[in-house]
Structure formats: structure tokens, C-alpha cells
């Protein structure tokens, strides 16, 4: 009895010295935005590829800083325009202890396209221009594209890889008509979702997964890789800032995302806790139907469409005091957005001018374009994805009602959002996407080319703007491999979108975390929350 109780004085003694909770190396983390699967092509989505980074991996990944460096591919090298070598890591398993070779990359490939839960084409687009994937021995791959592609790197980090194990079939092969060899049934999200085939090559097993309540993570011990600090790790969903600072200061979690940008001088000032910021590449941006005559949620005295006229978009855009924004809702943890991608990456405009703000010529514009009296809007919006998005859609509303556009917002949940937004139920929507070192082209490519769901282009192009001065320079971008000229030519395009304007740039978000003394988070430019990058501090 005696030594019962001495072992539990002396854990409490170590737990008071050293600030690690009494269940040990376990790391609990306040979510603001909470993954919809643990299914790694289900949705491209930045909370569903964070999630997924801790039990899969990719070929090639990124790296805090963006930069591109090795993983399940020690190497991946163009031998010609359409001819690319990838050489596999040795010596890897799978959670379930199976080795990870070739066939597992390209049993991945096939499954993406027999995909019929997925919510997004997204992943879908590289694999599309693959005219063949050829297995040369266990852990060597020669891909073959139909057209050049100089971003085959980059898009390969964005693709997690599953195990053949998961499903029954014969020898696997690139033979998309065939069935690539597979004679099961292709497993669906659902079955991601129990853990059932949530089997991966990365860092931490899944648990469970229990939507709207806690992820449960376990570390693999037999990673081939620097095993994390944290045995366990649990992701619980707490959209809502107040309840998520709240728990951070009562001990509930040991991190927590997005801050109030209003709480940080309180945070800086209390030594138990530790502040991250880290500037992103992700822009806030609305999007707008600019297809179709009867839009939802787009009200003219007319009976037309005036998003389709470019003078309206513009006018739309001069409305908007973004200076404001970052300011008052931002709390001055945002960027200004003249641009789709921060003037760093690759392709954007290096110089680009402000946005101007002038509603009295927005007033005007109107006028010109046939709405003197102005028209109706709604504009969609979710409430639980972005840094403040909900405040930012009321502003905007605001801004544009001043200049006789009356505008309501409806604020949803971004599941619901997500999923509305897929089948063009909006006319008028608040988005956000956070770009790769492909820069300019990422965004372009998937949100602002014309709708070509054959080539996998414009899968996020929800208000089917199609311009043949944009899409020119920009698909030939695409398959130019001569940098110079790449930039050059997704610069033209840049220039093309800015002056039609079917989406209007609002900020760049910055990604803010706190934590508890004696843990540090090194903040990432795609806003990510890693437990792998989460480190005890003794």
C-alpha cells in the first residue's frame, strides 16, 4: 500500500516538474476545421490530407517550408519529356506488415480512378494523362505521360498510397479498362472510415474515427522512418474558437489551431503557453456563376444574370475594403491579396498593383452595366473552414450592400457547403484554396481552366468561366517543362483572370497555433497540423 502510494507521488511530482500529463507522451489537439474521412482520396481537402499524412504517405512530400523532398521514392527522375523514373524506398511496410513495392503505387493509381465515393475529380488529374505505368521490378516504375507534365513531382505529393492487400485481385497493372487486375469490389470511404482499410505506410495507425466527436491515432512502431515524440494522438473537432481557447487554458488539449487573432496578446503574455504563426499560401477568394442566366441565389430586376458581365464583377470587387479586413477581422494576421498566389511563388505577377477599393465607382460601373438601382445576392459561405469565415461573409455582405447590391449570407457547415458547392447549387460563394510550390498553375489548373472533366482541368471551375485568352498560355504552361517560360506564360494568364475577375482575391490566410510550455509546433505553409511535427521541449 505504501509503495502503491509512493509511485503516486512520484508520478505527480514528475508531472508537475515536467508539464507531461499523468497517460504519459500523449498529445491532444483542438481542431478547428475537422476532417470528413480518413479515406486519402475521398475529398481534397486541407484538414482530410493533413489527417492522412500521419497514416499514409506519398511518393515525394513536402516539407514545412513547401520544399519538395524524398519519401516513399527515394528518387524521380525525367528521362524525356513524357518519360518519367521513380525509384521506391526499400524496406517499407505497411501498417499491417506488408512491404510496400510498386505494385502498391500502381494498385493506388487504379483505385483513384474506380473511386465512386470521392467527392472531388481532384486526384484524378494527374493519373489521367498517364498513358502507361509500368512496373520495372519491385521498386522501380517507369510512367509514361500523354502529354508533357512539369509538375509530375509536385502532383505526386499529393497522392497518399493504399495497399494492395486491402481488396482481392490477380497480378496488378495500369489497365484502367481492365480493372488494373482487381477482382474485388473497390473499397469505399465508409470502409476508411472503420479502419478497415485505413492501412498505410506512415507515422501512426488509426484507432478510430468518430465523426464530430475524436480521432484516435497510435504510434506505428514499425515505421521506417524518425519515430514522432507522441505514443498516442487525439484529434478532437472544436470549431468554434471560444470553446477551443477555453480548453487549451483549462488543460483539455495540448494544441489547439487558429487562435483568435484577438486572444494572441493574452496567449504571448502568459509564459505557460507558446504562440506559432506561420504565413500560408492559401487564399480567401469568391467564386461566381458566371455560366448561366439563372443563377441561384442572383436577383435582377431584368431577369438576367449580371454576374456574367465583367463590369459587375469588377464593380463587385471595388466594393471590398480588404485593407479592412485584414484590420478589423483579421486582427492584421492576414495578407492582402492582389494576386491568387502570395508574389513568391512560382508564376505569380511579381509587381501586381492593389486592388483598388472605390465603391463610388463601384456605383457607377453598376450603373453603366444596367443595375443603376443594383440587384440581389446571396452569398454561400462557410462557417467552420477558414480563419473567421463567417465574419469575413458578413463583411463582404456590408461592403456590397453599400453600393445597392443587397446581400444576405448563408453560412453553413462546410460539409453541407462542400457538397452544395459540387453540384453548383451556389451562384455566389466564398472559398478558399492554399496552393503547392506549382504556384500559379495549381490554383489555375484546378479552379479557374475551363470545366474538362475528360483531361481532369477545372474540376473546381463551380461557375464555369471559360476564357480562350486564359486558357491558352495557361495550358501550355502546363505542359512546358523551360521554367522562364512556364512563369511567363502562367504570368499572362494571371493577368487574363485579374481583369475578368470571376473570382474575386480577398486575403492570404496566415495559420496560427498555441500551445502548452514544453511543447513546440513548427508551423507549415499549408496550414497543417502535424503530430510529426509537434515536439516535446525538455
Not at 502529354?147 to 505526386?156: C, F, G, K, N
Request: charged share 25%; aromatic share 10%.
Amino acid at each position: 500500500m505504501k509503495s502503491k502510494l509512493l509511485s503516486i507521488l512520484c508520478l505527480s511530482f514528475l508531472t508537475l516538474m515536467f508539464g507531461v500529463s499523468a497517460q504519459g507522451n500523449s498529445l491532444t489537439v483542438g481542431l478547428a476545421s475537422e476532417p470528413t474521412s480518413t479515406d486519402p482520396h475521398y475529398h481534397d481537402l486541407s484538414p482530410n490530407n493533413s489527417l492522412a499524412s500521419h497514416i499514409f504517405e506519398p511518393l515525394l512530400m513536402f516539407d514545412a517550408d513547401f520544399r519538395l523532398v524524398s519519401a516513399l521514392a527515394t528518387s524521380v527522375e525525367a528521362t524525356d519529356d513524357k518519360t518519367w523514373i521513380i525509384n521506391l524506398r526499400k524496406g517499407v511496410e505497411f501498417s499491417n506488415g506488408d512491404p510496400f513495392t510498386a505494385d502498391d503505387v500502381i494498385f493506388t493509381f487504379c483505385r483513384i480512378m474506380n473511386n465512386q465515393t470521392t467527392l472531388s475529380g481532384a486526384f484524378q488529374s494527374l493519373i489521367k494523362n498517364f498513358k502507361n505505368v509500368e512496373k520495372v521490378n519491385d521498386y522501380t516504375l517507369r510512367i509514361t505521360t500523354k502529354v508533357p507534365e512539369p509538375l509530375l513531382r509536385e502532383e505526386l505529393a499529393r497522392i497518399f498510397i493504399i495497399s494492395d492487400s486491402i481488396i482481392s485481385h490477380d497480378k496488378i497493372s495500369f489497365d484502367l479498362e481492365g480493372g488494373c487486375g482487381v477482382t474485388g469490389e473497390w473499397p469505399g470511404v465508409n470502409k476508411f472510415n472503420n479502419g478497415e482499410m485505413a492501412i498505410g505506410t506512415g507515422a501512426y495507425k488509426l484507432v478510430n474515427f468518430t465523426k464530430g466527436s475524436s480521432i484516435k491515432l497510435t504510434r506505428n512502431e514499425n515505421y521506417w522512418g524518425e519515430k514522432p515524440d507522441w505514443s498516442s494522438v487525439k484529434f478532437v473537432p472544436v470549431p468554434n474558437g471560444g470553446p477551443r481557447l477555453a480548453g487549451l487554458l483549462a488543460g483539455d488539449y495540448d494544441v489547439i489551431e487558429k487562435p483568435s487573432a484577438r486572444d494572441l496578446k493574452q496567449l504571448r503574455e502568459d509564459p505557460n503557453f507558446t504562440i506559432t504563426v506561420k504565413p500560408s499560401s492559401r487564399i480567401i477568394f469568391l467564386q461566381m456563376d458566371v455560366s448561366r442566366d439563372d443563377s441561384p441565389g442572383v436577383k435582377a430586376d431584368n431577369g438576367k444574370n449580371p454576374l456574367k458581365d465583367v463590369r459587375v464583377r469588377q464593380a463587385l470587387s471595388m466594393a471590398i475594403d480588404r485593407k479592412a479586413i485584414v484590420k478589423r477581422i483579421m486582427d492584421d494576421v492576414a495578407e492582402v491579396a492582389p494576386q491568387y498566389v502570395p508574389k513568391e511563388m512560382f508564376g505569380a505577377i511579381p509587381n501586381p498593383e492593389d486592388l483598388p477599393f472605390d465603391p463610388q465607382r463601384a456605383k457607377q460601373i453598376l450603373a453603366d452595366a444596367g443595375y443603376p438601382n443594383g440587384f440581389e445576392l446571396t452569398l454561400s459561405a462557410t462557417n467552420d473552414r477558414y480563419i473567421n469565415d463567417s465574419q469575413i461573409a458578413q463583411a463582404i455582405a456590408q461592403f456590397l450592400t453599400q453600393i445597392g447590391v443587397k446581400t444576405d449570407v448563408d453560412a453553413m457547415t462546410r460539409s453541407i457547403f462542400f457538397s452544395r458547392r459540387r453540384n453548383q447549387e451556389f451562384g455566389f460563394s466564398m472559398g478558399g484554396w492554399a496552393s503547392s510550390v506549382g504556384g500559379a498553375a495549381h490554383f489555375f489548373r484546378q479552379y479557374a481552366t475551363t470545366y474538362d472533366k475528360p483531361r481532369g482541368l477545372g474540376g473546381s471551375n463551380y461557375g464555369r468561366w471559360s476564357d480562350n485568352t486564359f486558357d491558352k498560355p495557361l495550358k501550355e504552361a502546363i505542359q512546358t517543362i523551360d521554367q522562364e517560360k512556364r512563369s511567363n506564360l502562367l504570368q499572362e494568364a494571371g493577368n487574363v483572370i485579374l481583369k475578368e475577375m470571376p473570382f474575386i482575391p480577398l486575403h492570404f490566410e496566415s495559420t496560427i497555433w498555441a500551445s502548452k510550455k514544453g511543447i513546440e509546433v513548427e508551423g507549415r505553409m499549408d496550414q497543417a497540423t502535424s503530430a510529426m511535427s509537434i515536439k516535446q521541449v525538455k
